[in-house]
């Protein structure tokens, strides 16, 4: 105002009712008590602009000593209390950000390091205000929020594209806006009127957003938006810190897992125990409804899917050619393959009938096994994308560790086979055969069923190793071992017994039907033609027969008394039958 203006004017004239009653009773009770006071005040300037006065308020008293006027000393501070409010805001941000990167460098898990920021943020520099900070989920192809709304924390989700998020997330820019569009975007609070936004950003990658709203206009500046851009760049890096952290952690464990599952599974040679082992360690590291582990059958050129488990339910074993479907892929490339949708990619997949099921994602991996690919190992999901590339080199490397285990147990069961099995016909040796027979005996004598056990021996079998070699001898034993297999049937046990020497044992075959039976063979092995290296060969057999009655104690002596048989037969001329007839 000016001078004219003023003076006669009482100090209403700028009051800015900034202040309320209690404020003015009190400094009126000041000086009329004689007293100085000393404050700052709001006052009006004739514009309407506001400033703030220091002032000090001094009484006067007349002769009688009453208080007659006042003298009031006021300086203009409103620059010197802007500067003052400018430092302190200052100094309360880099107290922020110094305690933002403590934060950071202490945090160890996503969440607990945002909640921390957005609180102390929030709490310390936009009390009033809403504060966000959102981050990317590429896989769920949207925008998950952590939001601090005047002192409590919501988590929101928003699509990708959509409003100011979106613009900072395509653009990686800061976006500041003073008047918000109800229709063109919608806010973390629902009566915001301004709004910050700046991206988190690790280079040129941006993973996410810093943002607050305001309920009034024009609400942040300049100052604002370099310091939200200065603690973003903190943030990002920190979250990716702390992701790498936790990946980290996470490789570890489940490296443990791995290592746990090679000892379990190298602990057993039962390869039902060993298959189960490998499930089970598929099912710690990664998700999926469906285990798979198919072997390769060389000499069948067959793959054989020897462990299928869909929906915890176990499926009988399954059988295909080698060159087909995914896993036939897999043997003949030795690389692993992963369907992220089999909707979309079943026509990179032969025959998908041949493995796949109805599984919509897989991963698949060979089994390595010295130089070969002996197999393959597959988890499978009937959800697409659910496999990343940390669950295939997981499963390649339980796959290694499942490859040798299955390996030793296979050559277990070899080593236990051979220890039963003839190893040049292929069938019982003599010592299996009495294992087996012996229970046979049993079961016949305790639920009075009948038993026949038949001795074979082929005739002048040492002249034909004499005349045409041991290799001819071979493809003889070879060659009677594979008709008699073709002639039994399924309960009865097949044994060489001894050089040129075989046992049948017959359960549930009385003397009539083996005797009948035995003379079908011999007939059959006579009209043989069998291939030798240099000729044709013609062989002929004697057979003795004996069947269980009351005075046989054991098998043992039901065998020796069909051995008795066959030595009667080669004796009475050989290419004959002879049954066991007790001493008279």
Same mark, same amino acid.
């Given at each position: 105002?000016?001078? $004219?203006?003023?003076?006669?004017?009482?100090?209403?004239?700028?009051?800015?009712? &900034?202040?309320?009653?209690?404020?003015?009773?009190?400094?009126?009770?000041?000086?009329?008590?004689?007293?100085?006071?000393?404050?700052?005040?709001?006052?009006?300037?004739?514009?309407?602009?506001?400033?703030?006065?220091?002032?000090?308020?001094?009484?006067?008293?007349?002769?009688?000593?009453?208080?007659?006027?006042?003298?009031?000393?006021?300086?203009?501070?409103?620059?010197?209390?802007?500067?003052?409010?400018?430092?302190?805001?200052?100094?309360?941000?880099?107290?922020?950000?110094?305690?933002?990167?403590?934060?950071?460098?202490?945090?160890?898990?996503?969440?607990?390091?945002?909640?921390?920021?957005?609180?102390?943020?929030?709490?310390?520099?936009?009390?009033?205000?809403?504060?966000?900070?959102?981050?990317?989920?590429?896989? @769920?192809?949207?925008?998950?929020?952590?939001?601090?709304?005047?002192?409590?924390?919501?988590?929101?989700?928003?699509?990708?594209?959509?409003?100011?998020?979106?613009?900072?997330?395509?653009?990686?820019?800061?976006?500041?806006?003073?008047?918000?569009?109800?229709?063109?975007?919608?806010?973390?609070?629902?009566?915001?009127?301004?709004?910050?936004?700046?991206?988190?950003?690790?280079?040129?990658?941006?993973?996410?957003?810093?943002?607050?709203?305001?309920?009034? $206009?024009?609400?942040?500046?300049? @100052?604002?938006?370099?310091?939200?851009?200065?603690? &973003?760049?903190?943030?990002?890096?920190?979250?990716?810190?702390?992701?790498?952290?936790?990946? @980290?952690?996470?490789?570890?464990?489940?490296?443990?897992?791995?290592?746990?599952?090679?000892?379990?599974?190298?602990?057993?040679?039962?390869?039902?125990?060993?298959?189960?082992?490998?499930?089970?360690?598929?099912?710690?590291?990664?998700?999926?409804?469906?285990?798979?582990?198919?072997?390769?059958?060389?000499?069948?050129?067959?793959?054989?899917?020897?462990?299928?488990?869909?929906?915890?339910?176990?499926?009988?074993?399954?059988?295909?050619?080698?060159?087909?479907?995914?896993?036939?892929?897999?043997?003949?490339?030795?690389?692993?393959?992963?369907?992220? =949708?089999?909707?979309?990619?079943?026509? =990179?997949?032969?025959?998908?009938?041949?493995?796949?099921?109805?599984?919509?994602?897989?991963?698949?991996?060979?089994?390595?096994?010295?130089?070969?690919?002996?197999?393959?190992?597959?988890?499978?999901?009937?959800?697409?994308?659910?496999?990343?590339?940390?669950?295939?080199?997981?499963?390649?490397?339980?796959?290694?560790?499942?490859?040798?285990?299955?390996?030793?147990?296979?050559?277990?069961?070899?080593?236990?086979?051979?220890?039963?099995?003839?190893?040049?016909?292929?069938?019982?040796?003599?010592?299996?055969?009495?294992?087996?027979?012996?229970?046979?005996?049993?079961?016949?004598?305790?639920?009075?069923?009948?038993?026949?056990?038949?001795?074979?021996?082929?005739?002048?079998?040492?002249?034909?190793?004499?005349?045409?070699?041991?290799?001819?001898?071979?493809?003889?034993?070879?060659?009677?071992?594979?008709?008699?297999?073709?002639?039994?049937? $399924?309960?009865?046990?097949l044994a060489r017994y001894g050089g040129e020497e075989f046992a049948i044992l017959?359960?549930?075959?009385?003397?009539?039907?083996?005797?009948?039976?035995?003379?079908?063979?011999?007939?059959?092995?006579?009209?043989?033609?069998?291939?030798?290296?240099?000729?044709?060969?013609?062989?002929?057999?004697?057979?003795?027969?004996?069947?269980?009655?009351?005075?046989?104690?054991?098998?043992?002596?039901?065998?020796?008394?069909?051995?008795?048989?066959?030595?009667?037969?080669?004796?009475?001329?050989?290419?004959?039958?002879?049954?066991? $007839?007790?001493?008279?």
């Open positions: 105002y000016a001078s $004219e203006e003023a003076v006669g004017q009482t100090t209403r004239l700028f009051k800015s009712d &900034s202040h309320g009653p209690a404020f003015y009773q009190n400094l009126w009770q000041t000086v009329l008590s004689g007293q100085v006071w000393h404050g700052e005040m709001i006052n009006r300037r004739k514009d309407g602009s506001l400033y703030i006065e220091e002032q000090t308020i001094t009484p006067v008293r007349n002769g009688q000593g009453e208080i007659a006027n006042f003298i009031a000393v006021k300086q203009d501070v409103t620059s010197r209390k802007q500067a003052d409010d400018l430092l302190r805001r200052q100094l309360e941000e880099l107290a922020v950000l110094n305690a933002a990167a403590m934060t950071a460098a202490a945090a160890t898990n996503v969440e607990a390091l945002i909640e921390a920021t957005i609180q102390m943020i929030g709490e310390r520099l936009y009390p009033a205000d809403s504060l966000g900070v959102g981050l990317v989920d590429e896989a @769920a192809n949207q925008f998950k929020i952590h939001c601090f709304y005047q002192g409590e924390h919501r988590k929101l989700t928003a699509p990708l594209n959509r409003g100011t998020i979106g613009k900072v997330l395509a653009t990686g820019r800061s976006l500041r806006i003073s008047r918000v569009s109800r229709e063109a975007d919608t806010g973390l609070l629902p009566s915001s009127l301004s709004r910050l936004v700046v991206p988190l950003k690790l280079g040129e990658r941006v993973i996410g957003v810093l943002g607050t709203d305001s309920f009034q $206009e024009n609400a942040f500046g300049e @100052a604002d938006e370099r310091l939200l851009v200065t603690i &973003s760049g903190q943030l990002a890096v920190a979250i990716e810190k702390v992701r790498l952290y936790q990946d @980290a952690i996470r490789v570890a464990e489940r490296r443990a897992v791995v290592y746990r599952a090679a000892q379990e599974i190298s602990a057993s040679l039962d390869l039902e125990q060993v298959y189960a082992a490998i499930h089970r360690a598929v099912a710690q590291l990664m998700a999926g409804e469906d285990v798979m582990i198919a072997l390769l059958d060389e000499s069948r050129h067959e793959i054989e899917c020897v462990y299928l488990v869909e929906r915890g339910r176990r499926l009988p074993p399954t059988k295909h050619p080698a060159d087909r479907g995914f896993s036939g892929r897999i043997i003949a490339t030795g690389k692993p393959t992963r369907v992220d =949708d089999a909707e979309l990619e079943m026509n =990179d997949i032969d025959e998908p009938n041949y493995g796949l099921g109805k599984a919509r994602s897989l991963v698949a991996v060979p089994l390595p096994l010295k130089g070969q690919v002996i197999g393959v190992l597959a988890a499978q999901s009937h959800q697409a994308r659910a496999y990343t590339d940390d669950d295939q080199e997981m499963l390649e490397l339980l796959a290694y560790h499942a490859a040798t285990a299955i390996g030793n147990a296979r050559l277990f069961s070899e080593v236990q086979r051979l220890a039963v099995i003839d190893s040049l016909t292929g069938i019982y040796n003599r010592r299996q055969f009495f294992t087996l027979a012996a229970r046979e005996f049993e079961r016949s004598r305790r639920y009075h069923e009948p038993l026949s056990a038949i001795m074979l021996d082929i005739d002048h079998f040492k002249r034909v190793n004499d005349t045409y070699g041991h290799a001819a001898g071979d493809q003889v034993l070879r060659v009677i071992a594979v008709e008699c297999c073709g002639r039994m049937r $399924e309960a009865d046990l017959m359960p549930v075959t009385d003397r009539q039907s083996a005797l009948a039976g035995a003379e079908r063979l011999r007939h059959h092995i006579a009209r043989l033609s069998i291939q030798s290296d240099s000729e044709l060969l013609t062989i002929t057999i004697s057979i003795g027969v004996a069947t269980l009655d009351e005075t046989c104690k054991d098998v043992e002596t039901l065998v020796n008394r069909a051995d008795h048989a066959l030595y009667a037969a080669k004796r009475a001329g050989r290419n004959q039958l002879k049954a066991y $007839e007790p001493l008279a």
